[in-house]
């Protein structure tokens, strides 16, 4: 089965509701130093008196990366007001008040929350983030992924495969295996070849898992510096025996591949790729088409977003 990484209960045939929801680490650590991963940010969505949490990147002093399906309420298809987007940065704890507002969000023209292809959006906020110890903006790696490559999520989701409810409230970190074989990376309603395309596949790593509440959170390898640069947006996992929890030993996880889509980060943001990136420009990436931009206190239709009328049942429940 399918699961997105949203708080909340992971059934067999999800509704579009219930895979709108954030997952969280299993069989993680965790993360002792608040310098180890500066760009980590929690954020929190007001939506009417539900609390939504997510996971994110901080990518420049204006902007963060996070998951599509993170700020589209996918009972409507329309996506949250930024002025609801809360974010907290330099900090390990998920406890801690919001410091900064959405002012503006662009979620990827062609997200499509029955497949969550294209499963990326970027927020900008009300106010500049000062940048310390703690707080650093993530680089992207450009360089190609290959089959074995470890690579490290970070979440403060659940950290009970079973009970989804048993989230953390510490910054956790757990590592991952990459893979690029299309017969193990099966994506339910889409395509895989490999991990230098849209999505970056995890898999063989029983136990071990981001699961409800992850959603949006950075999956990062480290660099030849000692520090971490980011590859991928936490999205969805799957378990082709239908375990209904995470970190199931046939578990496979996808993220969302972010330099496939630099050309869409670079284009809405106005950020040099080369003041935000690491790495030898091996892997591909999308084409730059143009983007559509959601600000704060606008409303968004399923079809503004490319999203089927009759959102009813899906075949995947997000990260």
Request: a negative charge.
């Amino acid at each position: 089965m399918a699961t997105c990484l949203a708080a909340t209960t992971v059934v067999a045939v999800p509704t579009a509701k219930e895979a709108a929801q954030f997952g969280r680490i299993i069989g993680g650590t965790k993360v002792s130093s608040d310098t180890q991963f500066p760009f980590i940010s929690h954020l929190e969505i007001t939506s009417g008196n539900e609390l939504i949490d997510c996971g994110c990147s901080l990518l420049s002093d204006e902007w963060f990366l996070t998951a599509g399906h993170c700020v589209t309420d996918v009972n409507t298809g329309i996506v949250h007001p930024a002025a609801s987007l809360g974010f907290t940065v330099g900090t390990l704890s998920a406890d801690i008040s919001s410091q900064y507002k959405g002012s503006k969000i662009v979620v990827h023209p062609n997200f499509n929350v029955e497949t969550l292809e294209n499963d990326i959006a970027l927020v900008k906020v009300t106010k500049q983030v000062s940048f310390s110890s703690t707080v650093q903006p993530v680089k992207i790696l450009t360089s190609s992924i290959k089959s074995g490559d470890q690579a490290t999520a970070i979440g403060w989701g659940s950290t009970n495969g079973v009970d989804t409810t048993q989230q953390a409230s510490t910054l956790e970190a757990v590592n991952v295996t990459v893979s690029s074989d299309p017969r193990q990376c099966i994506t339910l309603g889409g395509t895989f070849s490999n991990s230098n395309g849209p999505q970056v596949c995890t898999a063989d790593n029983p136990s071990k898992d981001t699961c409800q509440g992850d959603s949006g959170g950075p999956l990062v390898v480290s660099t030849s510096d000692g520090s971490y640069a980011q590859i991928g947006v936490t999205s969805y996992g799957y378990s082709p025996s239908n375990t209904a929890s995470c970190g199931a030993a046939d578990g496979i996880a996808f993220y969302t591949h972010v330099s496939y889509y630099l050309p869409f980060i670079t284009n809405t943001t106005g950020l040099d790729a080369g003041n935000i990136t690491v790495g030898d420009n091996s892997t591909g990436s999308s084409s730059g088409s143009p983007t559509n931009t959601y600000t704060s206190g606008g409303s968004v239709t399923a079809s503004a977003l490319g999203l089927t009328a009759g959102l009813v049942l899906l075949t995947l429940a997000c990260l």
